[in-house]
């Protein structure tokens, strides 16, 4: 036999050299060619992406709103813009923002200015949101791989898995960054990429202060690593912990940032009393039926996985760290998803990608009517979903605050405050108005941590438990801002019961202003 051909049938179906050193072929980390064509485009991956991106193009520039917190994001992007870095939020009077702010998301307001400063605050932010989603299905292809049989599929398959995933990427918030940021570690780390995974963990703890998100898949991929090698993945635990705390010291004003990320992580985050229902339990059944799609991809590629020869080959420690690494972190992203509704934001792009990688190693030709079978059945939840985000969308868009927010400024004086009956209100206010102060911000967290006696007051007051003008009064606010939702029906009948102690000032189908009159 020629040693050449020798050589190629020692190497095997699994691309070993002889003494089994792994080749690196040119192309296999480009998730959109395909190294058996030289390097070409892989044309089914191209299709599945661009029909993806351009279905969540149409979902996200299709709507003329905003989504709730979509109006701070962009505000502050326009501050940047403008060359404006706030130290404080006097505008969210009584909290601890008011004196000392620092941005937890600055890395994706310093990324979102430039398409605000160029497009315009609401087009340029949701193009950079289709940006931030054609990038997380680039990094899921590449997860998956270029040999993948159904990679024309997974992109599509991503935007079916959740309604809710969908709908809140669709927002002006760095999750579908944060969810590629996620997919890259444990390949990064597994190929010594060490470098690149410290810039991503940087840049990641800089723009998202979700950035502690990252310990899972690396957790993950350190206990596969010592499972199946007996060996301690120390490289890539130092790579993520030095770039996290390079993009932590990266902040400005660095002890207000510290400040406000413990509120954030160990205040606002455990508490689901306090009216934020992102930090609220899903419930299962809410949850399965939500994400059935991308829980049936993650057992179809858990059952595959056990049934793959080289899962249970111990000379090919690889390909076992790899799997037993990605069904760790489908795991744990699946409890931190049933504790509440943000973990859907990791749990669905990493469902989706561990199938993928389960998945591999099926035979193309084998695989030809089960992916049409598999295509026939992700277009429904394609379609389903898409509908329903985009329906849920424009119920939270209803609000439209300008009007009252261009009265208040109009017609009080500059920093009369505003007392909001629903914290959610004001990041509207906060763009459209920062004439005015109002009662909190952002989350109301951050007032408990100012005054935990003052956040029990205003809670039962616009829960009404308990008559909320001598709180208005002792606060010293003239203005009471109330929103035509559900949420805040009651309060705005309890406003117009009482006209002796509020007048109407102001109103439109969206809001309604009251002018706080004082008693003797």
Not at 171 to 177: C, D, H, K, V
Not at 190 to 209: I, K, N, Q, T
Not at 387 to 397: G, L, Q
């Amino acid at each position: 036999m020629h040693p050449r051909r020798a050589a190629a049938g020692h190497r095997g179906l699994h691309g070993l050299e002889p003494h089994g050193v792994q080749l690196q072929r040119r192309g296999s980390d480009v998730p959109l060619t395909n190294p058996a064509r030289r390097g070409r485009p892989d044309l089914a991956a191209l299709l599945g992406w661009g029909a993806a991106t351009a279905v969540f193009a149409f979902l996200a520039l299709g709507q003329a709103g905003l989504q709730q917190d979509d109006p701070y994001h962009l505000a502050l992007a326009e501050l940047l813009a403008g060359g404006e870095l706030p130290r404080a939020l006097p505008w969210a009077k009584h909290t601890i923002l008011a004196d000392g702010f620092s941005d937890l998301h600055l890395g994706y307001h310093a990324l979102l200015a430039p398409f605000v400063l160029v497009l315009g605050g609401v087009v340029g932010g949701k193009v950079l949101t289709v940006l931030s989603v054609a990038t997380l299905l680039v990094v899921l292809l590449w997860v998956a791989g270029p040999q993948h049989p159904a990679r024309g599929l997974l992109p599509l398959l991503l935007l079916g898995a959740s309604g809710v995933f969908l709908l809140r990427s669709m927002g002006m918030r760095p999750i579908p960054l944060a969810a590629a940021a996620t997919l890259a570690v444990i390949p990064l780390a597994a190929r010594g990429r060490h470098r690149l995974l410290a810039l991503v963990s940087a840049l990641y703890a800089f723009s998202y202060a979700a950035f502690p998100l990252l310990t899972l898949p690396l957790l993950a991929h350190v206990l596969a690593r010592a499972a199946t090698r007996r060996e301690l993945a120390v490289r890539p635990v130092l790579a993520v912990a030095l770039g996290a705390l390079l993009g932590v010291l990266a902040h400005p004003n660095l002890s207000a940032f510290l400040t406000v990320l413990r509120v954030q992580l160990f205040e606002v985050a455990v508490d689901h009393a306090g009216g934020n229902l992102e930090y609220a339990a899903p419930g299962v059944s809410a949850f399965a039926r939500d994400a059935a799609l991308a829980c049936g991809a993650l057992l179809l590629g858990g059952i595959v996985a056990c049934r793959e020869p080289r899962a249970l080959d111990p000379s090919d420690g690889a390909r076992r760290e790899e799997l037993l690494a990605w069904g760790l972190l489908a795991l744990m992203s699946l409890l931190l998803a049933l504790r509440h509704v943000r973990g859907v934001d990791t749990f669905v792009p990493v469902a989706v990608a561990a199938a993928a990688v389960a998945t591999r190693s099926i035979q193309p030709r084998a695989t030809r009517a089960p992916t049409v079978l598999l295509g026939l059945l992700v277009l429904p939840f394609v379609v389903l979903h898409a509908h329903a985000a985009f329906t849920t969308s424009r119920a939270f868009e209803r609000i439209d605050a300008s009007g009252a927010a261009t009265w208040l400024a109009r017609h009080t004086d500059e920093g009369a405050e505003v007392f909001l009956q629903d914290y959610g209100a004001f990041p509207r206010l906060f763009r459209a108005n920062r004439h005015n102060v109002y009662t909190l911000g952002l989350d109301p967290g951050f007032m408990r941590a100012h005054d935990p006696d003052l956040y029990r007051a205003y809670d039962a007051a616009v829960r009404l438990s308990r008559d909320p003008l001598p709180l208005i009064e002792r606060l010293g606010a003239r203005y009471v801002y109330v929103e035509n939702s559900a949420n805040g029906r009651a309060f705005y009948e309890h406003l117009r019961r009482h006209p002796a102690r509020y007048a109407p000032a102001y109103q439109d189908s969206f809001a309604a202003v009251f002018v706080v009159r004082r008693s003797d």
